[in-house]
């Protein structure tokens, strides 16, 4: 069973970027997906970016494209999410996510939630 523990949320001001981590304990297979998700208060939970870890291909979700970087440190088990050009709209709880999953599953929002381990959330909030 693998630890997820988010880090790298904060403030920042339209227009802004940051960059947030995931650090992962455990065991993670190379089948395994891992996905970065982000709920805010009265929204549904909607997905941002995924990787599949044995190929490291990234796939971005309509809600983020072209504003995101999904990127994984296999090395060090850590998982990224850079994030530009921050609007309010953007302002949520973002988790990381694992599951081990077909790759296909993986390179389009087809994500197994219900079956994933989830990390605790950091908070990003963006002012105008």
């Known amino acids: 069973q693998v630890h997820l523990a988010e880090s790298g949320g904060g403030s920042v001001q339209a227009g802004g970027s940051l960059r947030l981590s995931c650090s992962a304990s455990g065991p993670t297979s190379k089948r395994t997906c891992m996905a970065w998700f982000r709920q805010a208060p009265g929204k549904e939970r909607e997905g941002v970016a995924s990787i599949y870890v044995g190929t490291s291909s990234p796939y971005y979700y309509h809600s983020v494209k072209g504003r995101a970087t999904i990127s994984l440190d296999r090395d060090k088990s850590t998982l990224f999410l850079q994030m530009n050009d921050l609007q309010p709209e953007d302002s949520a709880m973002y988790f990381c996510?694992?599951?081990?999953?077909?790759?296909?599953?993986?390179?389009?929002?087809?994500?197994?939630?219900?079956?994933?381990?989830w990390g605790q959330g950091t908070q990003v909030t963006v002012s105008t």
């Open positions: 996510a694992a599951n081990r999953q077909p790759i296909w599953s993986c390179q389009s929002e087809n994500f197994y939630a219900g079956e994933a381990e």
